[in-house]
């Protein structure tokens, strides 16, 4: 069926809300990049030709984009556009799609993860299932000061006697996360023992990733707020990556993750001087 021109919303109207851009200049390279998978992932598809004119840059630019986003994983390319890939493996499912994935890895990873912490601790929690998993592993202590980004792990901990705090910033309905210029500011006040970390692809030449631009800049400011980063996921996180860049492999301390982890990707954690646990 075609597809009728001119049906992308105006660049003033969007990505003046992107954080850091200014309406009078040329938007970065990465939100560029963030805001057509954005489209993407909300319509199913986007075209050359409409990217184009929305955005204001060459076609040739925009085909550089697709081409780009294609070799990770997040889209892939068609005559005159790109759609999602098949298995939407690395795009940006939603807290409730992801809950029922590798449930009994996630169980026993949040198992090893509250092993590391002890009482009278501040733990930072990262959103996501397997971080969920984690908040309530922690039920079994009883003074410890949690920071997170997750309003639902707030809501999972609000019965206890820990002291919850919610770093504030705009709500990502997807992954119940705060993300934003509050988030991140919070964030920079504020110290952490250790942080759980859940990422959706690990890679050690370009590290930790995930699809969207804006977790990934809170996330980035947890690393930096932790004395000891901890990187919880299951082991088909690994040898993948997707949009967003948090951080390099070597800004984290320790891995935990399931039996399944390939021996090779296990040896080159070690050599790379991080700590591992397989569960």
Do not use: W
């Not at 299951?234 to 948090?246: A, E, G, Q």
């Amino acid at each position: 069926m075609p597809v009728k021109k001119n049906t992308l919303p105006s660049v003033s109207k969007d990505f003046s809300e992107l954080p850091g851009v200014d309406r009078s200049s040329q938007m970065l390279i990465e939100e560029r990049r963030q805001y057509i998978l954005g489209l993407a992932q909300k319509n199913g598809r986007v075209l050359v030709e409409e990217l184009s004119e929305s955005i204001g840059i060459s076609r040739i630019t925009i085909r550089k984009d697709l081409d780009l986003l294609q070799s990770r994983g997040v889209l892939q390319r068609t005559h005159g556009g790109a759609v999602l890939p098949g298995n939407g493996a690395l795009s940006d499912p939603s807290l409730q799609e992801k809950e029922g994935r590798h449930s009994q890895e996630k169980l026993r990873i949040a198992t090893a993860a509250a092993n590391l912490v002890q009482e009278g601790q501040c733990v930072l929690l990262d959103s996501g299932t397997t971080t969920t998993a984690i908040a309530r592993a922690l039920k079994r202590f009883s003074r410890l000061t949690i920071i997170t980004n997750a309003v639902n792990i707030a809501g999972e901990l609000s019965g206890t006697d820990f002291e919850v705090l919610l770093t504030g910033g705009s709500l990502r309905k997807n992954s119940f996360s705060l993300v934003g210029p509050l988030a991140e500011d919070m964030l920079q006040d504020m110290h952490a023992d250790i942080l759980f970390l859940g990422v959706d692809g690990f890679d050690l030449e370009v590290g930790l990733t995930t699809p969207n631009l804006m977790e990934s800049r809170v996330n980035r400011a947890m690393v930096k707020a932790s004395s000891m980063v901890v990187a919880v996921c299951d082991s088909t996180k690994f040898n993948r990556r997707s949009l967003s860049r948090i951080v390099e492999a070597t800004a984290i301390h320790h891995v935990i993750t399931d039996n399944d982890l390939p021996a090779e990707t296990a040896k080159a954690l070690q050599a790379a001087g991080i700590s591992l646990t397989l569960v």
